[in-house]
């Protein structure tokens, strides 16, 4: 097999992106995926905001969208709830996806730009010359083959091993790992305008989600920190304790349950070295607070791809090169990332009271958009007190 300028080790939205834009470039690329089919199983809520696809180029098509929603909808411990427009919302809320669909649409875009794209074919270890990192080995049918390429790009998802194996620091701490699980729930009585999220102790350390699928079917799943749980298993009960307590879902059944984890930590140091370059959950790109990832995998894989495709027409994939992504995605989304980090570890601490107290002060006081500065910002007005544990995000 002849040697790529670019191969890419995954094929969700981080790395058919980066391909996507690596191959309009004019870089040859490969993708390589280790499932059968792009995009299933799903382990995703797969809620997203509208507001950041124009930037890098996704134009969704009927079969991507399963539901779209007027906002969200946060519900304090005690059941109060605060609701936000799509308009406030627009930075977390808006569309449902139906990952399946989306995540080939991605792929189709990645293979019509010119990118070659393996399914059922792992990768398996990295290629190395003097210390540079020079290719991939892959398992595909049973073969294994040896594939040259000027860069690497772990797009591996949150279990990735490419990192690891370009000697990349990417372990995460418990207290940065949330433990997730989800049912695909029909049969359910919910209004499908709103993406619900419920705070507190039903959830230590995290949140329950219920995204709308259409009029009787949701996905209805439960994040928790990996330090709140004194068994894995404990994350299931959760759940199922919730579901059965509402009166909405209770008689829900079931289509699907899909478990997994992401990160919730701070921005890691480095994503690049020599021949390697990391993007989407791989490169801990996760929001930390809302433990959203589809957007910045796919903002991040958008810099890579054109990163890579100047890399390649300069024929230059040292780490120096590749700085140019490091500071791209940086500028995009590190501040962010590392203040969401910051208030994250402040919230898994809050009691139910002060999260009732929270949500009835944004119901007296209001707030232009769902960001945690302007939340803050809102309370602070009106109650300095609850804030002040926060004052150094204002
Ligand atoms: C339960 C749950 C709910 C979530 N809900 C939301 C949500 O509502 N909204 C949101 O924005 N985000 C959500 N996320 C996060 C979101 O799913 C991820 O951020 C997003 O999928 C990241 O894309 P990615 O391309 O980086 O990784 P992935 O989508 O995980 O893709 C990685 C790909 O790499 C492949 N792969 C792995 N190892 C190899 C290998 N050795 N060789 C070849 N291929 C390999 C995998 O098969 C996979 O296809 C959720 C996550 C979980 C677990």
Redesign the pocket.
């Known amino acids: 097999m002849t040697g790529y300028d670019v191969v890419v080790?995954?094929?969700?939205?981080?790395?058919?992106m980066t391909a996507k834009w690596a191959a309009k470039g004019g870089a040859k690329v490969l993708i390589?995926?280790?499932?059968q089919e792009?995009g299933a199983p799903v382990?995703?809520?797969?809620?997203?905001s509208r507001s950041w696809l124009d930037g890098v180029g996704i134009k969704l098509d009927q079969k991507s969208v399963a539901c779209q929603v007027k906002g969200a909808k946060i519900v304090a411990p005690n059941g109060t709830p605060f609701f936000l427009s799509e308009k406030m919302a627009g930075n977390e809320v808006g569309i449902v996806l139906d990952?399946i669909f989306f995540?080939k649409l991605l792929a189709h875009d990645a293979v019509k730009a010119g990118a070659d794209l393996m399914l059922k074919?792992?990768?398996?270890g990295l290629l190395r010359t003097g210390g540079k990192v020079t290719g991939v080995k892959?398992r595909s049918f049973g073969e294994t083959k040896e594939i040259k390429a000027g860069c690497v790009v772990g797009?591996?998802?949150?279990?990735?091993?490419?990192g690891r194996w370009a000697g990349i620091s990417t372990s995460l701490a418990p207290r940065d790992i949330t433990s997730?699980?989800?049912y695909r729930l029909t049969n359910i009585n919910y209004d499908p305008n709103y993406c619900e999220f419920v705070l507190g102790s039903k959830a230590p350390g995290g949140y329950i989600?219920i995204?709308p699928k259409n009029e009787d079917t949701a996905?209805v799943?439960i994040?928790m920190q990996l330090t709140k749980l004194k068994d894995r298993a404990d994350v299931k009960k959760y759940l199922d304790k919730f579901i059965q307590n509402d009166p909405r879902l209770k008689k829900g059944k079931p289509l699907e349950i899909?478990?997994?984890?992401?990160s919730i930590c701070a921005p890691l140091d480095k994503t690049v070295g020599d021949g390697i370059l990391l993007?989407?959950?791989?490169a801990r790109?996760?929001d930390p607070i809302?433990?959203?990832?589809?957007?910045?995998?796919c903002r991040a894989?958008k810099v890579a791809g054109e990163v890579l495709a100047k890399a390649t027409k300069e024929r230059d994939f040292s780490e120096r090169s590749l700085e140019r992504y490091e500071k791209g995605w940086r500028d995009l989304m590190e501040n962010h990332l590392y203040r969401n980090w910051m208030a994250k570890e402040k919230l898994v601490t809050l009691s139910d009271e002060t999260f009732n107290k929270i949500i009835s002060a944004l119901n007296e006081v209001g707030v232009e958009k769902m960001s945690t500065f302007a939340i803050l910002k809102a309370i602070e007005t009106k109650y300095p007190d609850l804030v002040r544990e926060f004052h150094d995000l204002l």
């Not at 382990?43 to 997203?48: P, S, V």
């Not at 993007?279 to 791989?282: E, I, L």
């Open positions: 080790v995954g094929g969700g939205p981080a790395g058919t390589v995926e280790k499932r792009i382990r995703c809520g797969e809620g997203i990952r995540d074919t792992s990768a398996t892959i797009a591996d998802g949150f279990e990735s091993q490419v997730c699980i989800q989600w995204f996905n799943g994040g899909v478990a997994g984890a992401v993007v989407g959950d791989a790109q996760i809302t433990g959203g990832g589809i957007s910045n995998s894989g």
